[in-house]
Every structure is written in C-alpha cells, then in structure tokens.
C-alpha cells in the first residue's frame, strides 16, 4: 500500500504554461506515442494493442482499471476491503457479490465495482453475519440493484441481533428483494457460469460456522469460497463429499489456522490461494501454519494486504492473475 509522504514547509514558486508551452508537450506526448506504434508495429501480429504500447514505452502493462476486462470476462475479483472480506464473481456482463466488507471500507467497495461497471447484481450472498462481512452490505443495496439474497441458515445459529446485522436486514425488506437461506445443493446463475452450494454450515453457536461452502465454475476458470467456515465445516463439506477441485480457493477465516486443513486443501488442489486480509492485523492473519499447509498444496499464494485487489481471469493461454500493486499480470502460466 503507498504511504502517504510528510509534506515539507517549502517556497513556493508559481508555475506557469504558455499555450505554446502546452502545445510542444502534448505534440511530444503525440510523437513518442505513434513512434512506439511504429516501433512495435513490425513485431507483432495485426495492430499493436494498449499493452504493447505500453511496454514499449516501458511503463508496463495497461492497467487494469484503466479499461476493465472485455466483456466476455470469466474473472473473479477479490477486493481489497483491508481486514474483512468481498468477493466479486463475474461471468461477462452478470455479477455475484459474496459479502461486503466493513463499514469504513464502504466507498472503496462501491467505488470499485462502479469502476468495473457492476451496474446491477444477479445475486449478492452473505457467507456468516460478521461486520466485517456485512459491513457495507446496506449500502451496496441501495447503490445498485439486486435480483436476489442467499443468506446462511439462521436456524442452526442463534439469530442475529447486531444492529449492522438489523440494517441489512431492513433494507433488504425495503426493497422487497426475494430471500434464498442457503441449502446443499442449490444451484444459481450468473452469466455462463454456476454458483452452487455445497455446504450450508452447522449447527453452533459460532456464526464463523454458518458459513457456506461454495463453488463457482465458469468457462476456463473454477473457484471455492468458504467464508469463515472453520475446520468442523470443512470436515461436514468433506464428509458429504461435495467438495470439488477447483483452480482458486480463498482461504478461509483470512487465513486462520482455525481453517485451511490440508484435507481440504487436498480436495480442491487449487492453482490459486487468495488470502483477504489487513495489513498489520491485530490477529496475525494469515497465520504461519496455513500459508506452510498451501505451500505444500502447491498453490500460488496472494494476498491482499501485500497485492491489493486481486483478480483471476480466464485467458487464452490458461489463468490470467492481475494485482493492484504489480505493474503486469502475475504468472500467466495456467
């Protein structure tokens, strides 16, 4: 993450830019453009693209938000909400949004998914009522519609009574949104791709344990998602025999050791690890254990603490990795 710089008292000297002044810049900034289109041009196949612009001008690859993926994307974003957790699931131009960070991480929520273009959701999904799920939950409600709520199953927990839990709650009523409680073996779409339900967590008294295990499959790109589930949860996915291999597993509880068994590790054998976290955490995450347990699962591990929002993209060659806070994409290599 940048740092903010301490400002030192200095003269101040004012700066000024005659019109031919600006005329010579922007002829300059016109030249060294069409003189790299020219450079590249007989290196590439067809017309060279905004990427080979870019690194022959070595500033490397387009930046992700500078376009956004094309509109055919297959993509999971796993947005940098600091210590908390949401998931972007895309398949071209539908969206599913698994939980929603904290409520001071609200505008940089609301903010990326308007910089990708989420105009509207096919399906938003609490995995457990945390705040630091549900935080911002209420006000993506009501800054882009929704078609559909999958909630845990509050029968196998006591309910709710947090008044951030309430407000969610209230607003979803508001707007008469149609409520789905989470059952094994559900089933929803998003675009070319399915989100199913493979777990509906357990009974207990920790709401960690209300959280479902899901997979979402799209063309070329596969992704399991376990919310807080600790390891009983694992260990019911894992006994009901539901649980699929997938190329990209977020790492449960932020990385906590309390999740991530190496049996259920085993089970998905992800290509990707993505652990949500903040950085400096007061609870250590991700903890030492698990980030050794992945390392032997054989997965690449990111997070978000370090790499900023991460996103994991279908591609021609195989999986496409983006990062925040890298100037090109993060081993292509599928």
């Known amino acids: 993450m940048a740092q903010r710089k301490r400002r030192r008292k ?6 000024r830019i005659t019109l031919s002044q600006g005329i010579v810049f922007a002829l300059t900034a016109f030249c060294l453009l069409v003189g790299a289109y020219l450079g590249i041009s007989g290196q ?5 693209t905004w990427d080979d612009l870019y690194e022959a001008l070595g500033i490397g690859s387009q930046p992700e938000g500078l376009a956004g993926l094309p509109s055919d994307a297959q993509a999971v974003h796993f947005i940098d909400v600091g210590q908390a957790d949401a998931t972007l699931l895309q398949s071209g131009q539908e969206y599913c949004l698994v939980d929603a960070g904290e409520a001071d991480s609200e505008e940089a929520l609301l903010n990326y998914l308007d910089q990708q273009g989420v105009t509207r959701l096919k399906l938003l999904v609490m995995s457990h009522p945390h705040a630091d799920h549900i935080g911002s939950m209420k006000a993506v409600l009501e800054h882009i519609p929704v078609e559909q709520v999958l909630l845990p199953d ?5 309910y709710p009574t947090t008044r951030t839990f309430e407000r969610v ?3 979803i009523a508001a707007q008469q949104i149609p409520v789905v409680t989470a059952q094994a073996g559900q089933t929803f779409s998003i675009g070319e791709a399915t989100l199913t ?7 207990t008294d920790n709401y960690n344990d209300l959280s479902q295990v899901l997979s979402y499959t799209a ?3 596969s992704v399991v998602l376990s919310g807080d589930g600790e390891k009983t949860v694992e260990e019911a996915a894992l006994a009901a025999g539901g649980v699929p291999q997938a190329d990209v597993f977020k790492a449960a509880h932020h990385g906590s050791n309390t999740s991530n068994t190496m049996e259920f590790l085993q089970a998905i054998r992800p290509q990707f690890v993505v652990v949500s976290c903040g950085v400096d955490n007061s609870y250590g995450h991700p903890h030492k254990e698990p980030m050794q347990r992945f390392k032997m699962a054989g997965a690449q591990v990111l997070r978000t603490d370090q790499d900023g929002t991460v996103v994991i993209a279908a591609g021609e060659q195989g999986l496409e990795c983006y990062t ?10 599928a």
């Not at 509050?154 to 006591?158: E, L, Q, S």
């Not at 339900?197 to 009974?203: L, S």
């Open 10 to 15: 200095r003269k101040k000297y004012p700066i």
């Open 44 to 48: 590439v196949d067809g017309a060279p």
């Open 154 to 158: 509050f029968d196998k927990a006591p």
């Open 169 to 171: 709650m209230e607003t």
């Open 197 to 203: 339900v493979v777990a509906d967590g357990i009974e």
């Open 219 to 221: 063309p070329g790109l």
């Open 324 to 333: 925040a806070n890298a100037a090109q994409p993060a081993d292509n290599a």
